[in-house]
């Protein structure tokens, strides 16, 4: 990186870091840490009640957990004893009657008991249509993974040939005397009242309950999720999260966090249940078991940009009271010591007391340039006593015209203002002499010497006649902008005094003016400015005379291009 691109970076973070962005930045150092901190403390209770939440409702999966447990092992338990009770009445032919007398009435879980042959073709039950349609199960994978391993066997969820409703079937091989006399005992079991036990789970904001199968079938809910049994979960993906953690940390149950489909993000807790494919998964939804803290947090959020931005306000109606006014109340001093108004002061208690020593060395600055200023008038008297005048057009000549324009560069320099010059030449005026002869070229000359020390008066300029039937207007302290808005009242008012210019396009004497207008400091000499506006001027001609063009653009009436000087 070159040394000038260095220092405009250093430039710039200067800038950016000036008065006001340091008392900003001290006021942000003062009060972020103490919002920082609270905010912290909010985000640690809102994870403090993640953390209680799961912990409460994992204890609760628990429970619930024991409770369907407890079920499953009263089914096992109730078909082991039909079984033992199948087994032994079966030499009375009594068998069916004993197993109806014997199902206690206090079990609302079982919907029925049946007994089947190893063939599957129902032989008794509590439900006299099952015998009565010859209900078959030998194709229940249930059945027949109970007659093959001789357990306890619990089925996925399965819907009743009978009623047509959602159930799970438990059955238990009853071996007989030989391979013909064995008998499978089965039982219906009541789905309804697996989601009872797990009603102190419903009603929880956030909180989602189910009871599901291997597939991810949902078995029980509680009953505000009713409507979900017999359906497959909403998110099946959390299926292998869990049989992963199941499987990885050996125990019947667990706990995870996910972020579900919908992008909420939630901790689950699992129990399964021993002897069969069911799982209780309860899911909590930690936008809404949080949403109180969420609020606060955001609240506090707010408040953090509230307490923020009235530290950036108080830091910046400091910095503009206490510094920046100041400094800029100066600044305007000295801008009218640099105009010549040696009177501008500043009331002493207006400025904070550091400013008071800085605004003194000011006064006696002002005093110096005071007496240089006596010395420039002294020496513009002698350029004036120096200055001569044209006799045709009445304005400065040549030489007097190079004075002032030392003069006026000379004090351009001392104030840093711009100063602007005006090259200016009559189109096509040796045609103009030619056709109307010299005398008539003096008289327009003369014309145009005339409007020109008029339109200098206005403006606070200087004409002079530079050579010929070219002229020059100097324009003191003038930027670019009001120079070539000059030019364009030169070009209009010759073209106002409607000399009459037969061999013209435009049938009347016209002006074509070169502007060119810079501070000293941008420009190594002089001579620059002059070849500047001379360059102009040329410009000018080239576009088709009767036009302003300003030196680096062209400007005719409301139109701009750019110019390659």
């Known amino acids: ?239 292998p999260l869990i049989a992963a953690k199941m499987r990885n940390s050996q125990r019947e149950s667990g706990s995870l966090s996910f972020v579900g489909d919908d992008g909420m993000r939630r901790a689950v807790s699992v129990a399964t249940i021993p002897g069969t494919s069911a799982q209780l998964i309860v899911s909590i939804d930690e936008a809404e078991v949080t949403s109180n803290a969420d609020h606060n947090i955001r609240t506090a959020y707010i408040q953090l940009a509230i307490v923020c931005l009235f530290a950036l306000l108080g830091a910046l109606v400091v910095a503009e009271r206490m510094i920046i006014k100041p400094i800029r109340a100066i600044s305007t001093m000295a801008k009218r010591f640099g105009r010549g108004d040696w009177s501008a002061r500043m009331p002493r208690n207006s400025l904070p007391a550091e400013f008071v020593p800085l605004a003194r060395a000011f006064y006696g600055m002002a005093a110096q340039l005071r007496g240089r200023e006596r010395e420039l008038r002294a020496s513009n008297e002698q350029l004036t006593v120096l200055a001569s005048v044209d006799m045709l057009s009445g304005l400065a000549n040549r030489r007097g015209f190079q004075s002032r324009l030392d003069f006026e560069w000379l004090r351009a320099q001392q104030s840093g203002d711009h100063l602007a010059l005006l090259m200016i030449d009559v189109d096509h005026f040796k045609l103009f002499n030619d056709s109307y002869g010299h005398p008539e070229g003096d008289a327009c000359l003369a014309r145009i010497g005339a409007e020109l020390s008029a339109l200098a008066d206005r403006v606070s300029g200087f004409a002079g006649r530079y050579g010929g039937e070219e002229f020059c207007l100097l324009l003191p302290a003038t930027d670019s902008a009001r120079g070539s808005q000059i030019g364009e009242m030169v070009r209009t008012a010759i073209a106002s005094l409607q000399v009459p210019h037969a061999t013209s396009a435009h049938q009347r004497v016209t002006v074509s003016v070169g502007v060119a207008a810079a501070a000293p400091k941008h420009l190594e000499t002089l001579r620059d400015l002059l070849e500047a506006a001379d360059a102009a001027l040329y410009a000018a001609k080239r576009r088709g005379r009767n036009a302003v063009v300003e030196h680096g653009f062209v400007r005719d009436y409301d139109t701009a291009v750019s110019l390659s000087a």
Not at 114 to 131: F, H, K, L, Q, Y
Not at 138 to 159: H, I, L, M, N, W
């Open 1 to 239: 990186m070159s040394r000038i691109g260095i220092n405009r970076n250093k430039a710039r973070l200067k800038s950016a870091l000036g008065i006001r962005a340091r008392l900003v930045l001290f006021a942000l150092i003062l009060v972020g840490p103490l919002m920082a901190e609270r905010i912290r403390s909010l985000h640690h209770d809102r994870a403090r009640q993640i953390a209680a939440a799961s912990r409460e409702f994992a204890g609760i999966a628990r429970h619930s957990a024991d409770a369907q447990r407890e079920v499953f092992a009263s089914i096992e338990a109730v078909l082991k004893s039909s079984a033992y009770i199948h087994t032994s009445a079966a030499q009375v032919q009594r068998s069916c009657a004993i197993m109806r007398a014997s199902l206690r009435g206090n079990m609302p879980w079982l919907r029925s008991l049946t007994v089947a042959g190893v063939d599957g073709v129902a032989r008794c039950s509590t439900w006299p249509e099952i015998v009565d349609n010859q209900f078959n199960f030998g194709d229940r994978p249930y059945f027949k993974q109970a007659v093959a391993s001789g357990e306890f066997t619990v089925s996925d969820y399965v819907f009743s040939r009978l009623t047509n409703l959602p159930t799970v079937m438990a059955a238990y091989l009853a071996p007989g005397e030989t391979r013909a006399d064995d008998a499978v005992i089965l039982a219906a079991i009541n789905l309804d009242w697996m989601s009872k036990l797990m009603s102190n789970l419903g009603d929880r904001p956030g909180v989602t309950a189910l009871l599901v199968d291997h597939a991810g079938t949902v078995l029980a809910a509680p009953a505000n999720n009713a409507a979900a049994v017999g359906r497959p979960m909403e998110d099946l993906s959390l299926l």
